[in-house]
């Protein structure tokens, strides 16, 4: 890509824990692309640690809510591609919060872009919409109940294509919300990678067997945003998981590799 002409990217949440790891990784290559961000205040968010955000210029920040629809045309207007990391990432969030920020929130973000003629984004799932198969069913349910003698010594993988399974409203938003990219996929062609991130914190290690086992780096997850954005310069409506190589990982990364090329550089 010419330096003249770097991609504008606009990331929502952008001082959260993920938003600001993509926004510290993108920045650091000028040369490609031009970031931007909004979010609900200017702070960081209770996950991200206050001392390692990167700020923002002022000119390429704006406060914006998720539930004000016209705040998220103004923020993203412009903009050639659009990585929506923004949400309540808690699962035992209320269903009002839920559906005001990671409901209501991704239809004005998917409409925003519509209407200013975006057709590249990232949207950021989790894990958690397949949740269900490690809480409820066997060999994972042994992973997370910490049942070693009980873990196969070659875990069958769960695959983007297995039926999704969350349990409770903020993972079931996640199964909401791919399937409404899906739909702006086939109605309006916007080239969309969902990614099913695992667990990024802020000391960015796990320690307790089943975080190990969804575990996602800070670089990884880096790494797997960049690719993903790449990747939304071609039509495509993907679903994609997001974590690192762990030991007991249970979801599969073959997908990830096929149409991202992400290979993960840690594991726990």
Same mark, same amino acid.
């Given at each position: 890509?010419?330096? #003249?002409?770097?991609?504008?990217?606009?990331?929502?949440?952008?001082?959260?824990?993920?938003?600001?790891?993509? *926004?510290?990784?993108?920045?650091?290559? =000028?040369?490609? *692309?031009?970031?931007?961000?909004?979010?609900?205040?200017?702070?960081?968010? /209770?996950?991200?640690?206050?001392?390692?955000? /990167?700020?923002?210029?002022?000119?390429?920040?704006?406060? #914006?809510?998720?539930?004000?629809? &016209?705040?998220?045309?103004? #923020?993203?207007?412009?903009? @050639?591609?659009?990585?929506?990391?923004?949400?309540?990432?808690? =699962?035992?969030?209320?269903?009002?919060?839920?559906? $005001?920020?990671?409901?209501?929130?991704? %239809?004005?973000?998917? &409409?925003? +872009?519509?209407?200013?003629?975006?057709?590249?984004?990232? *949207?950021?799932?989790?894990?958690?919409?397949?949740?269900?198969?490690?809480? %409820?069913?066997?060999? *994972?349910?042994?992973?997370?109940?910490?049942?070693?003698?009980?873990? =196969?010594?070659?875990?069958?993988?769960?695959?983007?294509?297995?039926?999704?399974?969350?349990? &409770? =409203?903020?993972? !079931?938003?996640?199964?909401?919300?791919?399937?409404?990219?899906?739909?702006?996929?086939?109605?309006?062609?916007?080239?969309?990678? +969902?990614?099913?991130?695992?667990?990024?914190?802020?000391?960015?290690?796990?320690?307790?067997?089943?975080?190990?086992?969804?575990?996602?780096?800070?670089?990884?997850?880096?790494?797997?945003?960049?690719?993903?954005? @790449? !990747?939304?310069?071609?039509?495509?409506? @993907?679903? +994609?998981?997001?974590?690192?190589?762990?030991?007991?990982?249970?979801?599969?990364?073959?997908? $990830?590799? &096929?149409?991202?090329? %992400?290979?993960?550089? @840690?594991?726990?």
């Amino acid at each position: 890509m010419s330096t #003249a002409n770097p991609l504008k990217v606009h990331i929502t949440g952008v001082y959260g824990l993920i938003g600001n790891l993509a *926004y510290q990784h993108l920045v650091a290559q =000028p040369e490609k *692309y031009d970031v931007y961000g909004s979010g609900r205040r200017v702070m960081s968010s /209770t996950r991200a640690d206050a001392d390692s955000i /990167t700020r923002l210029p002022d000119d390429h920040f704006m406060i #914006a809510d998720l539930a004000d629809a &016209e705040a998220m045309n103004a #923020a993203i207007a412009g903009m @050639d591609a659009v990585l929506h990391i923004a949400a309540v990432p808690d =699962p035992s969030a209320s269903f009002e919060d839920v559906l $005001s920020s990671n409901i209501i929130g991704t %239809y004005n973000v998917l &409409e925003a +872009c519509r209407k200013a003629g975006i057709k590249r984004l990232v *949207y950021a799932s989790s894990i958690m919409a397949t949740w269900g198969y490690f809480v %409820y069913q066997e060999p *994972y349910r042994a992973i997370y109940e910490e049942r070693q003698a009980d873990i =196969p010594a070659v875990i069958p993988k769960v695959k983007h294509t297995d039926p999704t399974h969350p349990t &409770e =409203p903020y993972s !079931a938003s996640k199964v909401w919300a791919e399937g409404f990219c899906h739909t702006y996929h086939d109605k309006y062609e916007f080239s969309i990678v +969902c990614l099913r991130i695992g667990g990024v914190n802020k000391a960015d290690r796990s320690d307790s067997p089943p975080a190990k086992a969804v575990w996602c780096s800070h670089r990884d997850v880096q790494n797997i945003i960049n690719l993903a954005l @790449d !990747a939304t310069a071609t039509p495509r409506f @993907d679903i +994609c998981y997001g974590v690192s190589d762990n030991q007991q990982r249970w979801v599969d990364l073959e997908n $990830s590799k &096929e149409r991202l090329g %992400y290979v993960p550089q @840690d594991g726990a």
